[in-house]
């Protein structure tokens, strides 16, 4: 049997503010590598436009709402998935970083060239 989709019942705005958090993990610009495994994120990208960049990929604005929104982030935190500090900084921890939101593909957009 596969494993269960979504096991922690995240909301729509919890599965993409979690795969833009596990993406910023992936820059060095706005992560660090913490000794337990986890990773501490304390730079948020801001939008110019309707959209932003994190690393070679792009996001639409609407797709980041809840980069900026603490009830999120107390969702996350709340359902063991970050160590929130809002709006400073947060800890994406292993189980956090490694969650399936199945969005990656869908919200951040790379450049075919």
């Known amino acids: 049997m596969s494993p269960k989709q979504n096991p922690l019942r995240l909301n729509k705005l919890q599965l993409k503010t979690l795969t833009l958090f596990q993406e910023l993990i992936r820059s060095p610009a706005t992560s ?12 948020i990208p801001q939008p110019h436009g309707n959209h932003f960049h994190i690393g070679e990929g792009l996001v639409i604005a609407s797709d980041a709402t809840g980069l900026k ?11 063991g998935l970050i160590v929130s500090n809002y709006p400073n900084g947060l800890k994406l921890n292993i189980v956090g ?15 075919d060239h």
């Open 32 to 43: 660090t590598v913490q000794g337990d495994g986890s990773y501490f994120i304390s730079t």
């Open 69 to 79: 929104n603490q009830s999120v982030w107390r969702a996350l935190h709340r359902k």
């Open 97 to 111: 970083a490694e969650y399936d939101t199945g969005l990656r593909d869908i919200i951040i957009h790379r450049s």
